[in-house]
């Protein structure tokens, strides 16, 4: 059973980096066909696509966050990180990491954690 779960801040002021971290037990973030995933889901909002770090450590980001986005991995931690840069309350969202399957989606999500950024 592959678990995660996300960890960081609740709570930020603008223009400050939001640094969040995921721990990943009963998987390996290394493994062929495998993503490790950030989603989030702003209040009242649908899922949005931030970006994901391969088994080899290539990384994608959407292209509308690119900028401001920076995904990493620990693999002696089995952790991978999201950093987002220059905030704004636009950014406040609950922020999930997942396991997505080359082909076949999303198959793990952690539980969320709720990042509110407000002065």
């Known amino acids: 059973q592959v678990r995660l779960q996300e960890s960081g801040p609740g709570l930020v002021k603008p223009s400050q980096t939001v640094s969040l971290t995921c721990t990943v037990s009963g998987g390996s973030i290394t493994s062929n066909g495998y993503y490790w995933t950030w989603i989030r889901q702003p209040p009242g909002k649908g899922l949005e696509w931030i970006g994901n770090?391969?088994?080899?450590?290539?990384?994608d980001h959407s292209p509308s966050l690119k900028s401001r986005a920076s995904i990493s991995r620990d693999t002696s931690k089995k952790q991978f990180s999201l950093q987002l840069f220059s905030v704004t309350p636009e950014d406040t969202a609950v922020y999930y990491c997942?396991?997505?399957?080359?082909?076949?989606?999303?198959?793990?999500w952690g539980e969320g954690t709720l990042v509110t950024v407000s002065s």
């Open positions: 770090i391969g088994p080899s450590g290539s990384i």
């Open positions: 997942a396991r997505d399957r080359a082909f076949g989606g999303v198959d793990y």
